[in-house]
């Protein structure tokens, strides 16, 4: 019996412990309160829809009229040649961009960690973060006239060290096509993909540098052993997000 007691004890602790715990942050409750809100309603409330996978869908009949069809659609979809295609370039193109952009914002804000001068640094910073503010319709013009056949600056200077003897239809050949679609996202995207690095940077004790130096580590050491595993945690946080990603290629650039 005492044992029993002890038990409804504890969970009324508990209960009252949890209520107190809500009254203490009930303005922070009230301030997310919208965004969960919103994120039902816009984001799980039309998982309903899905059920449109497993039906014969004909409009004007209501959801639970519509004739059921199991995985018939799903098999229609993967017996498609085209569906399987787009599958691999939507993954290829992904990969593609992930890794370009990974690689050149962690090797750019590892740069400008390194950079004394704060003058030109802050003027890099921001020339750097321009063109995330750009939207694709206007970076796509850019590159369309820098891989011009006409005017481009890529096929004049290739011809002008006579690398190449007439130019080159970047956009016409499929081999090229991809690479244009990862450098351009590239281009768009590091400047604003190294802040969160600078940033973890930034957190990272002024200490072990200058014991690094005083033990004769070179820069190149210094960055291997100290500013990379420094900011590990931050890597492996923002590629697990945007793996999640993976599958959203998205249709500006294309």
Not at 95 to 100: A, R, T, Y
Not at 107 to 113: E, K, R, W
Not at 123 to 132: D, G
């Amino acid at each position: 019996m005492d044992a029993a007691k002890d038990v409804v004890v504890k969970k009324e602790k508990k209960k009252k412990t949890l209520a107190t715990r809500i009254w203490q942050q009930k303005e922070l409750i009230l301030i997310a309160l919208p965004f969960v809100i919103y994120i039902l309603v816009f984001n799980y409330a039309p998982l309903v829809g899905w059920t449109m996978a497993f039906q014969k869908y004909k409009p004007g009949l209501g959801m639970f009229e519509q004739e059921w069809v199991g995985l018939a659609n799903f098999k229609q979809l993967f017996s498609d040649s085209s569906f399987i295609r787009v599958i691999r370039n939507t993954i290829s193109m992904s990969i593609i961009n992930l890794s370009l952009s990974f690689f050149f914002s962690i090797t750019f804000a590892v740069m400008l960690n390194e950079l004394k001068n704060k003058s030109i640094k802050k003027v890099i910073q921001t020339v750097s973060y321009l063109p995330h503010f750009l939207s694709w319709i206007i970076v796509t013009g850019i590159v369309l006239d820098v891989l011009s056949t006409e005017t481009g600056v890529i096929n004049q200077l290739l011809m002008t060290f006579n690398f190449i003897d007439q130019p080159i239809n970047f956009l016409a050949d499929p081999k090229y096509f991809w690479w244009i679609v990862g450098f351009s996202n590239v281009w768009k995207s590091t400047g604003w993909g190294s802040i969160i690095y600078l940033s973890a940077m930034s957190s990272i004790n002024d200490e072990l540098y200058e014991a690094a130096e005083m033990d004769g580590a070179s820069r190149l050491r210094k960055i291997w052993h100290i500013t990379l595993p420094g900011i590990k945690p931050t890597i492996f946080i923002l590629l697990l997000i945007n793996i999640g990603n993976i599958m959203n290629a998205g249709f500006e650039v294309q």
